[in-house]
C-alpha cells in the first residue's frame, strides 16, 4: 500500500541554523501538508500547498517558513533560523482530491526536529 | 473557526471489553470528521471517516464511529478492545470542501489483559 515518507526520522540542529525536511507524497496525490507537534501538544495545522503553491497557512508558519516542490515526487519544508521553539514533530501528509471518496490526509511517520 | 474537544486524556479498558473514546467539535457547516491513530514512534494513521451519509461509520481493525449532528459528536468505539489497540487516537475536523484539518489534544487508550 502506497504510503507518505519522510526524512530524517531524527534532525538535531544548532539555534538559528537551517534545516530542511523532506517528505515524499503518495504519487497520485496533489495536496500538500505539513503539519507540527510540540511534545505533549495538539497536532497543528502549518501549510498547505497545491499546484505548486501555497493554498493556505496558519500563523505559526511566517517568513521563517518555506516549502517547496522542487521535482515531482519531493515536498520539502524549510526553516531559515531555528529557534528552540520550533522543536517539535513534523508531520508530512498527502491527499489525493476534494471529492468524498479523496478527501482523507494521509501521514508520514514525522521528523522529530530538535533545536539546540 | 473550527475546534476539536477530546475530554480524556486517557481511557482505560480490559482486554475484550467495549471501548469508547469521546469526541466533539465545532465547524461551520458541514463537517469532515476523521480518526487517526498513533502507535509509539509511528505517524499517524487513518482509521475512518464521515462524510455523509449513515451516522454510523466503520472503519479499520473494527472500530467504528457515530456521527451526532444534534451533539455534534464523533465517537470512536469498538465492541471488542484487544492489548494491541493501546495507542494514542486523535479526532479531527474539516469543514466540506476544507483544506486544514484541525485535531484535537488526543485520548491514549490502555487496554489491560
Known amino acids: 500500500e502506497p504510503e507518505v515518507t519522510q526524512t530524517p526520522s531524527h534532525q538535531v540542529t544548532q539555534m538559528g541554523q537551517e534545516v530542511i525536511l523532506r517528505c515524499v507524497p503518495i504519487s497520485n496525490h496533489l495536496y500538500f501538508y505539513w503539519y507540527r507537534q510540540i511534545l505533549g501538544q495538539k497536532v497543528e495545522f502549518l501549510v498547505s500547498f497545491y499546484n505548486n503553491e501555497i493554498s493556505e497557512k496558519s500563523e505559526i508558519f511566517d517568513d521563517q517558513f518555506s516549502v517547496e516542490r522542487p521535482d515531482g515526487s519531493n515536498f520539502t519544508l524549510k526553516i531559515r533560523s531555528t529557534k528552540l521553539e520550533d522543536s517539535a514533530m513534523y508531520f508530512c501528509a498527502s491527499r489525493l482530491g476534494t471529492g468524498q471518496r479523496t478527501d482523507t490526509q494521509y501521514f508520514g511517520p514525522g521528523t522529530r526536529l530538535t533545536v539546540l | 473557526a473550527q475546534s476539536v474537544a477530546q475530554p480524556e486524556d486517557q481511557v482505560n479498558v480490559a482486554e475484550g471489553n467495549p471501548l469508547t473514546v469521546k469526541c466533539t467539535y465545532s465547524?461551520?457547516?458541514?463537517?469532515?470528521l476523521f480518526w487517526y491513530v498513533q502507535y509509539p514512534n509511528r505517524g499517524l494513521q487513518f482509521l475512518l471517516k464521515y462524510i455523509t451519509g449513515d451516522n454510523l461509520v466503520k472503519g479499520s481493525y473494527g472500530f467504528e464511529a457515530e456521527f451526532n449532528k444534534s451533539q455534534t459528536s464523533f465517537h470512536l468505539k469498538k465492541p471488542s478492545a484487544l492489548v494491541s489497540d493501546s495507542a494514542l487516537y486523535f479526532c479531527a475536523v474539516n469543514r466540506a470542501a476544507g483544506n486544514k484539518l484541525t485535531f484535537g489534544g488526543g485520548t491514549r487508550v490502555l487496554v489491560k489483559p
Open positions: 465547524v461551520s457547516g458541514n463537517p469532515y
